[in-house]
């Protein structure tokens, strides 16, 4: 059974950071998988915020209104991702949900939640003026 447990969700000022955990289990040990973190805002779609290969080759990929302030890591031994965010502001408050899928981020086509298979329960960013 595969589970995404999220962590470090919360409330901070503009310009402060923080950094989300997500730990995936279920997925077979030394297997190549992509983990990407998405966010809801109310009233809008789901947006791709940042995903890294994991098991294979290294890789990142950042969406266009978080690059330069947003790092994502992975620390492989613990199946672990995480998203550092920095200089955060208002317009980064929303739900922020961690995904999987049991293949390389390289194969697939486009960073979009529909290819993404499982899900973590997501967590609140709130972002205050």
């Known amino acids: 059974q595969v589970q995404l447990v999220e962590s470090g969700g919360g409330s901070v000022q503009a310009g402060g950071s923080l950094r989300l955990s997500c730990t995936v289990s279920?997925?077979?040990?030394?297997?190549?998988?992509?983990m990407g973190w998405f966010r809801q805002a109310p009233g809008k779609e789901r947006e791709g915020v940042a995903h890294i290969n994991v098991g294979g080759i290294i890789s990142t990929h950042y969406g266009d209104s978080v690059k330069g302030r947003f790092t994502i890591s992975r620390d492989t031994a613990k199946n672990t991702v995480y998203l550092e965010m920095n200089s955060l502001k208002p317009e980064d408050t929303a739900t922020y949900y961690c995904a999987a899928v049991r293949r390389g981020c390289w194969s697939l086509g486009i960073f979009a939640p529909s290819r993404f298979a499982d899900w973590g329960q997501g967590t609140q960013i709130t972002v205050s003026s």
């Open positions: 279920g997925y077979p040990t030394k297997s190549e998988y992509c």
